[in-house]
């Protein structure tokens, strides 16, 4: 098949790693595969990795997005639009993705081109995010040919139903294992004075991903400060990763009086040295889904406990991984299994089970193989079931 790929850039996120993965999956499959971007982020800030076999184009060659990316999009997709029509799939993802595909269908209509099936991942199903918005992103999705989500959840099971001409399906990240045991002991010293963290530290308590308000990520510092007062001063705590909300952590810092016990590198670009640096993992879930690099580290083999987003959410017996709204539930979690080695470390083991067994790369880049080929079916048929050329 051919397939393209549409993103906003490689920003360090979750879904470009997710996009990267399954492109690079694809690509060694023996599909065509190419890759959009709206903008080029400098190689300090962007995700690194993706396949040389996979085609990469970019929409502007701008080192940031905003309103002028998304001004150019009619302008490519029209000019582009002969490439766009031989494609087989167009794959959109995040707010950039959805736009795009939004506009690529009429467009090509008025090409007189038949085109690709378009299939978009929601990567925000289950965010605390404003109401018009989610109204917003189901009606740019009601006109997909085929859509997935990485977990279900109330709202998008209801428009699945009243949509039943689209493809669509739940398809779990799947997420590649840092390899920690590469990590030298040497290397692992290395790391600790790098990011500042004294060698007589006892525990490292970790996070990394983007700092963003939707992402919460200043509700990590109350977690850290109550581990701090609990397990005293050999306590370090490790923040990797960039965003918007970077000051608002910095001010939470000082007002929780961690400056020095708090450390921030910026931008991961290896997972590998940080997460093996670390004793315990702290990710957010939405609902029962962890985050991306939660995942990673929970696959490399460390015990993780869980920030819950989602206001007013009850476990269920899909909750595989513990979660809690309340930092200070959070943190006394945490504190439990920092003081019983033993129970960390058989609850790192059945967590890592999980995620062998349900978020296995093989396994989503199969899924989405099959929604491809059904998307494409529904495409072919037209909205009523009708086939045309």
């Known amino acids: 098949m051919k397939?393209?790929?549409?993103?906003?850039?490689?920003?360090?996120?979750g879904g470009e790693r997710l996009m990267i993965e399954l492109a690079n999956r694809e690509a060694a499959a023996g599909h065509q595969v190419s890759v959009v971007s709206g903008f080029r982020l400098p190689e300090e800030r962007s995700h690194q990795g993706l396949s040389d076999a996979v085609d990469?184009?970019?929409?502007?060659?701008?080192?940031?997005?905003g309103i002028p990316v998304y001004a150019s999009l009619v302008h490519w997709i029209w000019r582009n639009r002969r490439w766009l029509g031989e494609q087989d799939v167009v794959h959109c993802h995040l707010t950039f993705g959805a736009m795009f595909g939004t506009l690529l269908k009429p467009l090509l209509a008025l090409s007189r081109r038949g085109g690709p099936a378009i299939v978009?991942?929601?990567?925000a199903v289950g965010m605390p995010i404003p109401n018009w918005q989610r109204w917003l992103h189901a009606?740019?999705?009601?006109?997909?040919?085929?859509?997935?989500?990485?977990?279900?959840?109330?709202?998008?099971?209801?428009?699945?139903?009243?949509?039943?001409?689209?493809?669509?399906?739940?398809i779990p990240v799947g997420v590649t294992e840092p390899d920690l045991g590469a990590i030298s002991p040497e290397e692992r010293s290395e790391y600790l004075q790098h990011v500042g963290i004294p060698p007589q530290a006892r525990f490292v308590v970790g996070t990394i991903g983007r700092i963003s308000p939707d992402r919460q990520s200043h509700r990590y510092i109350a977690i850290f400060a109550d581990?701090?007062?609990?397990?005293?001063?050999?306590?370090?705590?490790?923040?990797?990763?960039?965003g918007p909300d970077m000051a608002r952590v910095r001010e939470e810092i000082t007002r929780q009086g961690l400056e020095g016990r708090v450390h921030l590198p910026g931008l991961v670009r290896d997972l590998a040295p940080p997460m093996a640096v670390m004793d315990l993992y702290v990710?957010?879930?939405?609902?029962?889904?962890?985050?991306?690099?939660?995942?990673?580290?929970?696959?490399?083999?460390?015990?993780?406990?869980?920030?819950q987003l989602v206001d007013g959410y009850s476990p269920g017996e899909k909750d595989w991984l513990w979660s809690s709204a309340s930092e200070a539930e959070v943190a006394a979690r945490g504190v439990d299994l920092l003081r019983s080695p033993d129970q960390a470390h058989a609850m790192a083991a059945a967590q890592r089970a999980y995620v062998e067994a349900h978020h296995s790369p093989k396994a989503m880049a199969a899924?989405?193989?099959?929604?491809y080929r059904?998307?494409?079916?529904?495409?072919?048929?037209?909205?009523?079931?009708?086939?045309?050329a």
């Open 227 to 242: 581990i701090a007062r609990a397990l005293g001063p050999n306590v370090h705590f490790l923040m990797g990763g960039d």
């Open 367 to 371: 899924a989405y193989e099959e929604l």
């Open 3 to 13: 397939i393209v790929h549409v993103v906003p850039s490689f920003a360090r996120g």
């Open 139 to 170: 009606r740019m999705a009601a006109r997909r040919h085929g859509l997935s989500f990485m977990v279900a959840d109330p709202y998008w099971e209801k428009f699945r139903d009243r949509r039943r001409g689209i493809a669509s399906r739940v």
């Open 283 to 307: 990710t957010s879930n939405v609902g029962p889904v962890p985050g991306v690099a939660g995942l990673q580290a929970i696959a490399a083999g460390l015990p993780a406990v869980a920030l």
């Open 120 to 123: 978009e991942t929601y990567h």
């Open 374 to 388: 059904e998307a494409g079916a529904r495409r072919r048929r037209g909205p009523l079931g009708r086939a045309h």
């Open 56 to 65: 990469l184009r970019f929409i502007t060659q701008r080192p940031s997005g």
